[in-house]
C-alpha cells in the first residue's frame, strides 16, 4: 500500500511533466521523485504512455495533437 506522500506525488505526475504545477510543488514533487523508486516507476511509466500515444496519433495524421514536452520528433 502506498504512503500518503506516494498518492499525492502520483496524483501531480502528469501536471508535472507537463509543467503545470507552480515551482513550490514542482520542487517537492522533484525532492520526493529523488528518493521514491516507485513513483520513479510511475513516472517513467506514464512517460512511456504518452509517447505511445504520440506515435500513435502521428500515424493516423492527428495533426491537432498537442505535442508532449521532451520527445524527440
Known amino acids: 500500500m502506498k504512503n500518503t506522500e506516494c498518492r499525492g506525488a502520483q496524483d ?3 501536471e508535472y511533466i507537463e509543467g503545470e504545477l507552480d515551482k513550490t510543488q514542482q520542487a517537492l ?3 520526493h521523485l529523488e528518493t521514491c523508486a516507485d513513483c520513479q516507476k510511475e ?18 495524421g492527428c495533426g491537432s495533437a498537442k505535442p508532449v514536452a521532451g520527445l524527440d520528433s
Open 29 to 31: 514533487l522533484a525532492r
Open 12 to 14: 501531480q505526475l502528469v
Open 43 to 60: 513516472l517513467k511509466e506514464i512517460e512511456r504512455l504518452r509517447a505511445a500515444l504520440h506515435r500513435c496519433l502521428g500515424l493516423f
